[in-house]
């Protein structure tokens, strides 16, 4: 054991008898203390080793960890690999190396080859991803992190509990499992940050929120972004939140602060802050220069405290290791490391056909007849489409125990002792979609989220990605621009960038639409377009109540991330109703429904236009004309087939939706058409869109912005007239 009495009377700087002081509070062994030192000079030469093969064009983008190695070596001797859940950030080499990522590995991200173990050549170095050692493969998007780690850490606590309650769940937990995620202090300025916080805090979740302060995001000072210039002080009366400040280019105090905080954490207290303040040597990455913003003299101050000559140092003069262990070590690694350059970029590229692979679930496929189950349909048709949700959500809920619901008020209580008060109805959602679900399923599956979209879908990316099954709501499409970023960067792509490793099969379920009086700008948007041009993202639009059952169903039950958009305005329509489906229903989705069989024109519709296209439809029978009318029922995939076999019947066809027309997904109907069907054309594609305006709160005014029956009539009878 090395401890200060291991100094032979040898006269040691406070500093480095404080060390020693905590070498022997900690019983750090020779070999730990050792390979702290082989760990970061492994990460250092694997930066160099990048550097290297992007001069050589072996490499194609490099960002260093180079600074960061002390804190991270230390953490890697505290925290657990397939025990605990690691989000690391960019700058985290040296925390993959020390949970087990090798050598060849990382370079074989840096090449972009099938060795690449992180994401399989989809993602650019230094975006860790492993799956065996609980390293969750992490984007470019800087902030996304934090919720994710607090879903995550929510998973634990929810299996564990769904375990007490006797659920044989078959997935892996740990009681005392902490989830470490970590950021440099740029990203603190993001607000995800405070949201991930906040949920922590008020949930004790054993989060480690590792913030790597080396002073600069990019070229812009720690000092300009964060009050006092440090996050630790900002944070200094978060409540709830514990904060342990070290010299993260120290392994040594370094461990000192984070086994303090992983006791702090296995203990059930709640999240940490670690405030580690680190250096940058490098610049921020080969794509920036920091020799245009950082004077010499800063740069010569921060070698002084360089871990790779620090560190060596203190065991030196500690007579914990010589000089010729020391380099020892150095030659054994840098021969690991020429050796994984070696091998690595001899390694293959993956064949160019794999270039869709697990885009969507390569497993389960919605599109299929798997799904395609039919209903019993007992009793009238007097379900509306809301309840038709309603009953689904109760159903699967009670069917699926690992199945959450969590969104703004969607529960009946957030104080669960008024569950069991009979004078008190329950929220249940603003239009009453979720009225009983909490009610009818376990403690812990329906509850409310704070007001904060990005929280909701983040969280549930978090539990998403450890067999949880989200189904979370956002309370309005208006409001759903915050969570944007989760959905479209992380949600739709962690699949395909971790090279099917990770997955998060979630459902969103949005009220959309307009046609509400009163409405107005904020109450009223339609925008599915901007989710169809998402790869990796199925879109979901019903038009009634038994395609709504049937849809969510499937939703549900398949393995790939879903849009379920639901029209507000059809809620509780008389002419959209059902019969109780029964608790098996299902539609696949790609299958689109003929509504009305027609010879004369086709009209493609979904949402709110399926109706009035069948009304307009009406009319034009009175005069004379069959007009088919099809619901495309999904968008994302849609109904090719279907529109092609109509077309050939009537040779005319027009498009009609709520969203507006310019860079509506019409238009993207149309392209295909024209591509593929364009000799089956005996008139131009005719579209029926809402103007490209924002809804007027004014209710003649949103009669002529929103599209209604008479503009679809007016446009079907130019078709026909052509």
């Known amino acids: 054991m090395a401890t200060s009495q291991t100094v032979n009377s040898k006269k040691v700087s406070p500093k480095t008898k404080r060390k020693l002081d905590l070498i022997k509070k900690h019983k750090l062994s020779k070999e730990v203390l050792l390979d702290m030192f082989r760990n970061s000079y492994l990460s250092r030469k694997l930066d160099d080793a990048e550097i290297s093969m992007k001069k050589q064009s072996k490499a194609f983008f490099q960002i260093s960890g180079a600074g960061h190695e002390g804190i991270l070596s230390a953490v890697t001797k505290i925290l657990k690999p397939k025990y605990d859940y690691f989000i690391p950030y960019y700058r985290d080499r040296a925390l993959c190396t020390g949970l087990g990522v090798t050598a060849y590995e990382m370079l074989c991200q840096a090449n972009g080859n099938i060795g690449d173990t992180a994401s399989h050549g989809r993602q650019m170095p230094a975006h860790w991803g492993n799956k065996d050692l609980n390293i969750i493969n992490k984007s470019s998007c800087t902030g996304t992190q934090f919720l994710q780690a607090v879903g995550t850490a929510e998973s634990g606590k929810f299996l564990s509990k769904m375990a007490k309650d006797g659920v044989d769940h078959g997935l892996p937990y740990a009681n005392d499992e902490i989830v470490y995620v970590s950021t440099g202090d740029g990203t603190t300025s993001q607000g995800e940050l405070w949201e991930a916080l906040t949920t922590a805090c008020v949930n004790k979740l054993p989060v480690m929120f590792m913030v790597e302060d080396n002073g600069f995001a990019i070229s812009v000072p720690t000092s300009v972004q964060t009050p006092e210039g440090s996050i630790s002080k900002a944070l200094a009366n978060f409540p709830g939140l514990t904060i342990f400040e070290c010299d993260g280019t120290d392994p040594i105090d370094s461990y000192d602060a984070v086994k303090q905080a992983e006791v702090h954490l296995r203990a059930g207290k709640g999240p940490v802050l670690v405030h580690a303040h680190v250096t940058r040597p490098y610049s921020h990455s080969l794509s920036d220069d920091h020799s245009f913003y950082r004077t010499k003299e800063e740069l010569e101050q921060e070698a002084k405290i360089d871990t790779i000559t620090t560190y060596p140092a203190f065991l030196i003069e500690g007579n914990i290791a010589s000089t010729e262990e020391i380099e ?176 998060c099969p979630m459902v969103v379920r949005v009220p959309i639409g307009g046609y509400l009086r009163g409405g107005s700008i904020y109450h009223s948007q339609s925008g599915e377009s901007l989710f169809t041009h998402i790869p990796g993202i199925r879109v979901v639009f019903p038009s009634n109540a038994k395609d709504a059952a049937g849809l969510l169903r499937t939703a549900i039950r398949s393995d790939d991330p879903v849009m379920f958009f639901e029209h507000k305005h059809l809620y509780y329509q008389g002419y959209n109703r059902t019969a109780d489906p029964g608790e098996d229903f299902m539609i696949p989705f790609g299958k689109a429904r003929t509504v009305r069989e027609g010879s004369d024109a086709t009209i493609i519709a979904w949402g709110a236009l399926v109706q009035k296209s069948v009304e307009a439809a009406k009319r034009m029978e009175a005069e004379g004309f069959s007009v088919e009318v099809i619901d495309l029922r999904t968008l994302a995939p849609f109904d090719m087939d279907a529109i092609v076999k109509s077309l050939s019947k009537t040779n005319r066809i027009m498009i009609c939706h709520e969203e507006h027309k310019t860079s509506g997904f019409a238009g993207e109907i149309a392209a295909r058409i024209n591509e593929e069907c364009f000799d089956q054309l005996d008139a131009p594609i005719l579209r029926v869109a809402s103007e490209d305006t924002h809804v007027a709160y004014n209710p003649g005014l949103e009669d002529v912005i929103l599209p209604q029956i008479d503009h679809v009539y007016d446009k079907l009878k130019e078709l026909l007239a052509y």
Request: charge should be negative; include cysteine.
């Open 328 to 503: 020892d070590i150095k030659t054994i690694v840098e021969v690991e490391v020429k050796d994984a350059m070696k091998r690595a970029i001899e390694t293959e590229w993956p064949a160019v056909d794999t270039y869709k692979d697990h885009l969507y679930s390569m497993d389960v496929d919605p599109t299929s007849s798997e799904f395609e189950r039919d209903g019993s349909f007992l009793g009238k048709d007097d379900i509306p489409m809301a309840g038709a949700i309603n009953a689904v959500l109760k159903n699967e809920l009670k069917k699926n125990p690992l199945m959450r619901m969590f969104g703004e008020d969607v529960a009946d209580f957030s104080e669960l002792e008024k569950l069991n008060n009979p004078d008190l109805a329950g929220k249940g959602g603003v239009f009453k979609v979720t009225s009983g679900c909490q009610r009818a399923s376990k403690e812990g599956q329906v509850f409310n989220s704070p007001l904060a979209e990005a929280n909701i879908i983040g969280r549930a990316i978090g539990m998403a990605m450890r067999g949880i099954k989200p189904v979370v709501e956002i309370q309005f499409f208006d409001y759903i621009w915050t969570a944007y970023m989760q959905l479209k960067n992380e949600m739709s792509t962690l699949r395909y960038r971790s090279g099917g490793d990770f997955k």
